[in-house]
């Protein structure tokens, strides 16, 4: 019975390089969401996707941000030509609806780091 | 659109005292209300949450939120902490009874440090 696994936990990119992160929601959801929690500025949503549809990208930076979710296989946050300011904690969630009335389950983050 | 204010950042008080941390939320129409909490490089867990119905909510953990309409609020409490509720704690707020999709919005979080 896993829950929402996210690799890498760890990602250090030098300046320039692309970051891809993954999750994995948990058994049986189908929606998505990408978070970035930055300190002393809590978590900032970034994306809600259901299975190869992007619902809702009104978080996502215009350039050198990008999410899908596939018909298989985990959801991919891609972040082309990370910058320092990139550098970050990502969250990913799922749920088993985008009503709200279902909780999101969490995953334990990846942090990325560039340099 | 809703949102949410969390009035303290950061929230000391020492081992087996009550505890309250502060949530106010802005919307409209009615909400659903949820507390998280994150312990340190960890992801979210929610604590408690109110749909409907009675406005005392009981979570994990011992602790307990309270809705009140008329102060637009869902303060979270606990009669007596322990050093493991030493983490940061988020309200957020979604939009009720949609259907649809309804973003949730999150607070900045507040700090509980609990000291021994």
């Known amino acids: 019975n896993a829950g929402v696994m996210q690799n890498p936990r760890h990602l250090v990119r030098r300046r320039g390089q692309e970051a891809r992160l993954r999750c994995s929601p948990m058994?049986?959801?189908?929606?998505v969401y990408w978070y970035r929690q930055l300190p002393e500025e809590g978590l900032k949503f970034m994306v809600y996707?259901?299975?190869?549809?992007?619902?809702?990208e009104s978080g996502m930076p215009k350039e050198r941000f990008s999410a899908e979710f596939p018909k298989e296989g985990p959801s991919i946050l891609r972040i082309q030509q990370v910058v320092r300011g990139d550098s970050a904690a990502y969250f990913c969630?799922?749920?088993?609806?985008?009503?709200?009335?279902?909780?999101?389950?969490f995953g334990p983050g990846t942090r990325l780091t560039v340099t | 659109a809703q949102s949410v204010t969390q009035l303290d950042s950061q929230v000391p008080v020492f081992e087996e005292a009550p505890v309250e941390l502060r949530c106010n939320y802005s919307s409209s129409v009615s909400v659903y209300l949820f507390w998280y909490v994150q312990y340190p490089n960890q992801g979210l867990q929610l604590l408690l949450k109110?749909?409907?119905?009675?406005?005392l909510v009981k979570g994990i953990n011992g602790f307990e939120a309270e809705f009140n309409k008329s102060q637009t609020s869902f303060h979270l409490r606990k009669p007596s902490v322990h050093i493991s509720d030493t983490a940061e704690y988020f309200c957020?707020?979604?939009?009720?009874?949609?259907?649809?999709?309804?973003?949730?919005?999150f607070g900045i979080g507040t700090k509980l440090q609990v000291i021994p």
């Open positions: 058994k049986g959801h189908s929606h």
């Open positions: 996707l259901q299975k190869e549809n992007i619902i809702d």
């Open positions: 969630a799922s749920s088993l609806s985008g009503t709200g009335s279902h909780e999101q389950y």
């Open positions: 109110y749909l409907s119905g009675s406005t």
């Open positions: 957020a707020v979604t939009k009720a009874n949609s259907g649809g999709y309804q973003k949730v919005t």
